[in-house]
């Protein structure tokens, strides 16, 4: 009888609830991860189109004027990158929030998460605390690694600037000396190249995100060795030990990596 009792109680019972209740909670977790992941994957494509594929029809305005070309045609060229330029921003911005909204969804989800299955086991003590603080830092390396990503993709677009600038620039005013019409391009062209290289250069975007991905990836190291008792949680014997120790050396690490770090980055550590 008693073994009646407890299968009733798993197949449809207490126990099934919860599972299909977890079983929910990881379904709508995955579908905003996909959802977000295809929203990125639009908003890079679109960058793409706004830089390099407007750096290329400017290019190609720029051979024709080269070949002699009638100005006509050059004129219709130049016309649909200026265009290119304008939808492409509109689409970018609007996929900016989109990005964001989409992303606020997860992070609230996944919080929201992770405080019912800490609510559901908390006693109050300090182990718990440190539960629930390690049980926390997955969301925060994931906004260290977001601010990696986008650092990252900051640099990666005013590199192509001054590169594929450059290059187009040094064309237009090669032909510039035979084509009067487009000198005012390559002093456009020019400028917009000096601006990126100096907003480069002020910004420090390569250097951000490797400061963010640092921290990153050593606060996943710190969240996976102290649960397989590795590094410098061996020699614990005692969970409760080995949670104190790993608060510690995560703020620790966190003051640490946030010294190296510029100013405004530091501002956000702390929010």
């Known amino acids: 009888m008693e073994r009646v009792d407890t299968a009733g109680i798993v197949g449809g019972g207490v126990l099934a ?12 977790i995955a579908e905003r991860s996909e959802e977000l992941y295809r929203a990125r994957l639009v908003q890079r494509l679109l960058w793409v189109w706004a830089v390099p594929g407007t ?32 939808v492409a921003a509109a689409f970018v911005y609007r996929q900016h929030f989109k990005v964001r909204a989409v992303d606020t969804e997860l992070r609230a989800l996944e919080g929201a998460h992770r405080e019912q299955l800490l609510d559901e086991l908390a006693t109050g003590d300090l182990l718990d605390a440190h539960k629930r603080y390690r049980a926390q830092l997955p969301d925060l390396i994931e906004r260290y690694r ?12 005013l590199q192509t600037v001054v590169i594929g600038g450059s290059i187009v620039a040094a064309t237009v005013t090669a032909t510039a000396t035979s084509v009067v019409d487009v000198a005012f391009l390559a002093v456009g062209l020019s400028l917009l190249v ?10 420090k975007y390569r250097d951000r995100s ?3 991905q640092q921290v990153a990836d050593a606060l ?7 649960e397989l008792r590795v590094g ?12 104190a120790e790993f608060a510690e050396a995560v703020e620790a690490l966190r003051a640490e990596k946030a010294g190296r770090l510029p100013s405004a980055v530091v501002d956000r550590l702390a929010q």
């Open 232 to 243: 410098r949680y061996r020699r614990f014997t005692e969970e409760r030990e080995a949670y």
């Open 194 to 203: 000096a601006l990126s290289a100096a907003l480069a250069g002020y910004a």
């Open 55 to 86: 750096l290329l029809v400017v290019a190609a305005g720029v051979l024709l004027a080269v070949l002699s070309a009638p100005l006509s045609a050059v004129l219709v060229l130049f016309a649909l990158a200026a265009v290119s330029v304008g």
């Open 17 to 28: 609830a919860e599972d299909r209740q977890q079983g929910d909670w990881e379904r709508r």
């Open 146 to 157: 977001t601010e990696a990503r986008r650092d990252r993709w900051k640099d990666q677009v």
């Open 220 to 226: 996943e190291r710190e969240y996976e060795s102290v």
């Open 210 to 212: 490797a400061a963010w």
